[in-house]
């Protein structure tokens, strides 16, 4: 394990790999309920089958992603950065996780009050559990409020983030602060 204490300690292959893939789904996930908003019904609802696959996907990975941090080393931040930067990457890192959970989390119940506790279906390859609720619109519409709310939420925390990443790599003229996240090695 990396435990380097220097501006150049990475991100270990593993951890670099999970970042990348939850990353695309999520951004995948994103593209495919803006889109699913102005299609037909019949389309509509197929690609929000797949949103919910994507989306318990993102579930499943982020729980061995947070089960590997919580048993890893990480390295320790860029020696280069202030204090306040340390602390409001922390901050954010922590809501991120939050939301990972939190935004699969209330899609999973939202479907589940909707279709009462229909399975939902992976692909069509295996089904993964709804959560036992009697069917109930009003609850779905509450749960999808929190869900739609969460997301947005997880935006402006990414804008954040990236913005993190870019002003270190741009204004503070970093090289190694997006490397310690590269799939380059
Ligand atoms: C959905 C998109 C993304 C999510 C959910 C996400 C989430 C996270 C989280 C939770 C961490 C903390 C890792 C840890 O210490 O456990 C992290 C680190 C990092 N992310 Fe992202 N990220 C996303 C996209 C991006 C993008 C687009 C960039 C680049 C522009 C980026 C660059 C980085 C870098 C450089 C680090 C390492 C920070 C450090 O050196 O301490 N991320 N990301
Ligand atoms: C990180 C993963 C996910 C992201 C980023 C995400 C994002 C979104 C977004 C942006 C919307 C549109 C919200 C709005 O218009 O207010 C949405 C809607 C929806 N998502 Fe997700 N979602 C994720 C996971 C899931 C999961 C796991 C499920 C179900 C198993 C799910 C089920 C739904 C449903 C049913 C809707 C429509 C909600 C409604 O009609 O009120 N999502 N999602």
Redesign the pocket.
């Known amino acids: 394990m990396d435990s380097q204490t220097t501006s150049s300690a990475r991100?270990s292959r593993g951890?670099v790999i999970l970042?990348?893939l939850?990353?695309a789904l999520?951004?995948l996930n994103f593209a495919a309920a803006w889109y699913a908003q102005n299609q037909p019904r019949d389309a509509a609802m197929q690609i929000m089958g797949n949103h919910k696959a994507i989306g318990i996907s993102i579930l499943l990975l982020t729980l061995v992603?947070i089960g590997w941090?919580l048993t890893h080393r990480?390295?320790a931040?860029?020696a280069d950065l202030a204090p306040w930067e340390v602390t409001l990457?922390k901050i954010v890192?922590f809501l991120?996780?939050g939301?990972?959970l939190g935004i699969p989390l209330g899609g999973w119940a939202t479907h589940s009050a909707f279709s009462g506790g229909k399975p939902v279906s992976m692909f069509g390859i295996v089904d993964f559990p709804g959560l036992p609720f009697a069917q109930n619109k009003d609850l779905g519409e509450t749960f999808g409020g929190a869900h739609g709310t969460f997301a947005t939420v997880?935006l402006v925390l990414?804008a954040l983030?990236?913005a993190g990443?870019?002003k270190?790599r741009i204004i503070d003229k970093n090289t190694q602060?997006?490397a310690?996240?590269?799939l380059r090695r």
């Open positions: 991100y951890a970042h990348w939850i990353a999520i951004a992603r941090r990480v390295p931040p860029s990457s890192h991120l996780y939301l990972m997880m990414l983030h990236v990443a870019l270190h602060a997006l310690r996240m590269s």
